[in-house]
């Protein structure tokens, strides 16, 4: 069934979807009033029926609601950025796997390095991205992209999470020696092609970072966020 996300609440039984989506529903899909869909609002989803149709708004009647499918924890990629479209990618099955938020970091041994005003031209897509991968895995939020923070300032946000992990090449904990918060807040850094310097895995670790160890095998960095992102809700009960 189509899944859409609404901006404002509903109202007086019914569910309002405007811009984009709204055109979507009448052009694309070629909808007709009568048919049924799913909106979510708040991490609740609604099952209405549609009743009014145009490419400014479509309405949609209530005809049950229950609480998103939504994981227990939530779940915040800090991911380096690595070249070309592997971000992409990452945010596509990192949203599909329940993360709520991917945040972009610029570290020492990033290839990559666009100016702020570079990256934030691509943000309308990325955020487009992470809109449709919500969509296709029948997520309840539409998780957030941010722009590009330093390594310090991922440091200082991770130091406020519950649990804060970071994936390191060189060794540390296997994910399932951890003890993870039952409904908290996890950040999980991971690296891009050249992984960490020794000194960011240090003051990570002075920040109270656990560095985690994802096995003998040597993953690309594309596969490292999706590998820990799946043995973690995994270990939390969310597959």
Not at 50 to 70: C, F, G, N, R, T
Not at 111 to 134: G, M, W, Y
Not at 157 to 167: A, F, R, V, W
Request: aromatic letters at 6%; glycine letters at 8%.
């Amino acid at each position: 069934m189509p899944r859409f996300f609404a901006e404002l609440p509903p109202e007086n039984g019914a569910i309002t979807i405007f811009g984009d989506d709204a055109r979507h529903i009448g052009r694309s899909l070629r909808m007709a009033v009568g048919e049924e869909i799913t909106v979510c609002f708040e991490r609740r989803d609604y099952l209405c029926r549609l009743e009014k149709i145009s490419d400014e708004a479509v309405i949609a009647k209530i005809i049950s609601e229950e609480k998103s499918k939504e994981p227990s924890v939530s779940l915040t990629l800090y991911q380096a950025l690595p070249k070309t479209d592997k971000l992409e990618l990452i945010i596509q099955k990192a949203i599909e796997l329940g993360a709520v938020r991917i945040v972009p970091l610029l570290t020492r041994r990033c290839v990559a390095r666009p100016e702020k005003e570079q990256f934030d031209k691509k943000l309308t897509r990325l955020r487009k991205i992470a809109s449709e991968a919500a969509k296709q895995s029948g997520r309840g939020i539409i998780p957030e992209v941010s722009g590009i923070i330093s390594f310090e300032k991922c440091l200082a946000e991770i130091k406020k999470l519950d649990l804060g992990l970071i994936c390191y090449e060189k060794g540390g904990k296997r994910l399932r020696e951890l003890e993870y918060p039952a409904s908290g807040n996890i950040g999980v850094i991971v690296g891009s092609e050249g992984g960490f310097e020794p000194s960011e895995a240090d003051e990570a670790q002075k920040s109270g970072v656990i560095p985690v160890w994802l096995g003998d095998r040597i993953l690309r960095c594309e596969t490292a966020p999706i590998a820990a992102i799946s043995i973690i809700m995994n270990l939390t009960g969310n597959m």
